[in-house]
């Protein structure tokens, strides 16, 4: 049964800082992998998709990284802003008809 | 087309009472999922039609609960004797066979 954990729970960085927020899964075989943000008491926006061949996608600030050997993700936030405080999650998909399958979350704040 | 709509946003019940959910996906996405998040915790799947037909459903999908939808279209899910745990938030997401998903802002259900 796939699991997804995401480390840490909870994040406060000041403003400007780069950070990293992880994602792993327990099995490998996954069709594609999605990282979100949501906003308090919102629905879910998507970020970043990386199908399973790709290492990596990128959009603005956001770089995303999949290493599916190690079952493990990575969303880096580069100069991050106080509009950046969300909880950001990982999914991943279990092959192409599956459904996705969800981590906790990590909930940013970053402080001005 | 604007996205994928859900209504009501927000909904409070008495415990014992029958609520119904309304999604309208993007207008050529096929596939219509349907999640359900607490507060703190990742969201987690209820449900998926490709067009008209419901594919797969969770074991957490007790007999109470109930879903549709007509014609390959919108969606409903309809919660019978709603329980003071069946209070969540109520996710529902559409995507385009197996590209990525686009989710809702959400119904907030509260069981009183």
């Known amino acids: 049964k796939q699991e997804v954990t995401q480390i840490p729970a909870a994040l406060s960085v000041p403003e400007g800082e780069n950070l990293v927020l992880n994602c792993s899964f327990t099995d490998s075989a996954i069709y594609n992998l999605q990282w979100f943000r949501q906003d308090p008491g919102k629905g879910l926006t998507s970020l970043l998709l990386?199908?399973?061949?790709?290492r990596e996608q990128t959009s603005g600030r956001l770089n995303a990284s999949l290493d599916k050997s190690s079952g493990r993700s990575t969303l880096y936030i580069a100069a991050s802003q106080p509009g950046d405080s969300a909880t950001y999650l990982c999914a991943v998909k279990d092959g192409a008809q599956g459904k996705l399958i969800f981590g906790q979350g990590t909930e940013l704040s970053v402080k001005p | 087309d604007t996205g994928v709509s859900q209504d009501p946003r927000h909904k409070i019940t008495k415990r014992g009472q029958n609520v119904t959910f309304r999604c309208d996906p993007i207008?050529?996405?096929?596939?219509l999922y349907w999640y359900r998040q607490t507060l703190g915790q990742g969201p987690e799947f209820l449900t998926y039609?490709?067009?008209?037909?419901?594919?797969?459903k969770s074991r957490l999908l007790s007999d109470r609960f109930s879903a549709e939808r007509p014609k390959g279209s919108f969606s409903t899910l309809e919660i019978q004797r709603t329980e003071q745990g069946d209070s969540a938030m109520y996710l529902c997401a559409s995507s385009l066979d197996t590209h990525g998903y686009t989710f809702g802002s959400g119904t907030r259900l509260t069981v009183v």
């Open positions: 039609f490709q067009n008209e037909a419901q594919l797969e």
């Open positions: 207008s050529e996405h096929n596939r």
């Open positions: 990386i199908q399973s061949s790709q």
